[in-house]
């Protein structure tokens, strides 16, 4: 049986930042936020875990307020490309939900360091570029509230607050960066089959 290191993939590849100078920068920017938050992080600590110079930081990057500005796009773009495409499979709304949550949770889980960093830093961001990750995370909500939306139209779920219980999907999707541990027993996978599970459960979904 696979473990969660082996499975968990954390480093994204990052491949759409280039040069590669600025991607060794992003890549070591993830890694210094989710272990000590973007205030306690210093820009020469990011160049140091890059292997470079503190002003080849600014070469590629105005401010430190900036790099996390396009981490935070980027995993934004990217965890709602993968909730999108799930939950645009073919089938009910409860199998519709289900893969939306088993694999929004497998994003979290297996890219926790990058997820981390993405949704517990927005309060960083300058107002300009906070407004625009804000309106990603709309979207994210708007594709679950879809989905909820037609499973009580349909009969499916027993939702009374679809707003709420929107809400509640994803932050308990989200929050999976927050503890996922690689050394843990269960795989990203595993967790993404449980909160499904779970999830269809609390809409009380027919079977």
Same mark, same amino acid.
């Given at each position: 049986m696979s473990t969660a290191k082996d499975t968990a993939g954390e480093d994204m590849p990052w491949d759409e930042v280039t040069p590669e100078a600025a991607r060794k920068l992003l890549v070591a920017a993830?890694?210094?936020?989710?272990?000590?938050?973007?205030?306690? $992080? $210093?820009?020469?600590?990011?160049? !140091?875990?890059?292997?470079?110079?503190?002003?080849?930081?600014?070469? @590629?990057?105005?401010?430190?307020?900036?790099?996390?500005?396009r981490?935070?796009?980027?995993?934004?773009?990217?965890?709602?490309e993968v909730l999108?495409?799930?939950?645009?499979? &073919?089938? $009910?709304?409860? &199998? =519709?939900?289900?893969?939306?949550?088993?694999?929004?949770? =497998?994003?979290?889980? !297996? =890219? @926790?360091?990058?997820? =981390?960093?993405?949704?517990y830093e927005l309060d960083a961001l300058s107002d300009e570029h906070r407004t625009e990750i804000v309106e990603l995370r709309r979207r994210s909500d708007a594709v679950v509230r879809e989905i909820l939306r037609e499973g009580v139209e349909s009969g499916e779920f027993d939702v009374p607050d679809v707003p709420g219980t929107t809400l509640a999907v994803l932050s308990l999707c989200i929050d999976v960066a927050r503890w996922f541990n690689t050394q843990g027993r269960r795989t990203p996978d595993e967790v993404g089959a449980l909160y499904a599970d779970l999830v269809l459960r609390m809409v009380t979904a027919q079977k």
């Open positions: 993830v890694e210094a936020f989710a272990e000590q938050g973007y205030h306690a $992080t $210093t820009t020469r600590d990011i160049a !140091g875990r890059a292997g470079m110079s503190p002003a080849a930081l600014y070469i @590629h990057y105005k401010t430190k307020e900036e790099l996390l500005h981490i935070s796009r980027i995993g934004h773009e990217k965890a709602l999108s495409g799930a939950a645009g499979i &073919e089938g $009910t709304p409860s &199998e =519709r939900l289900a893969e939306a949550v088993s694999s929004f949770v =497998r994003w979290h889980a !297996g =890219r @926790h360091n990058t997820a =981390r960093v993405v949704q």
